[in-house]
Nanobody, 115 residues
Framework: QVQLVESGGGSVQAGGPRRPSCAAPPTPSSSNARGWYRQAPGKQRELVAVITSGGSTNYADSVKGRFTITRDNAKNMVYLQMNSLKPEDTAVYYC?????????WGEGTLVTVSS
């Protein structure tokens, strides 16, 4: 089984940083993409950031310039550096791994941004 484990959520003041991380089993990095999604109350789960096996990234418009996704293939880790957080960023953040067309998820980590 593929098990993803997020950590690093918590409460933060608006304008502050947070850097959740996510561990995954050692699936081939050449065949997997990693990502972060989030879901706020009453909202659909949405893409925050993705990073391909080759290091290409895509971000939601709402987080561009503030969030940075990185991965460490040797450690099978993915990170989300979140800066200049806004109350609108409050959500459960989910780690994702896409491997051979299948998606695997963590249980989520809550990030609460207070004004």
């Amino acid at each position: 089984q593929v098990q993803l484990v997020e950590s690093g959520g918590g409460s933060v003041q608006a304008g502050g940083p947070r850097r959740p991380s996510c561990a995954a089993p050692p699936t081939p990095s050449s065949s997997n993409a990693r990502g972060w999604y989030r879901q706020a109350p009453g909202k659909q789960r949405e893409l925050v950031a993705v990073i391909t096996s080759g290091g290409s990234t895509n971000y939601a418009d709402s987080v561009k310039g503030r969030f940075t996704i990185t991965r460490d293939n040797a450690k099978n880790m993915v990170y989300l550096q979140m800066n200049s957080l806004k109350p609108e960023d409050t959500a459960v953040y989910y780690c994702n791994l896409e491997y051979i067309g299948m998606n695997y998820w963590g249980e989520g980590t809550l990030v609460t941004v207070s004004s």
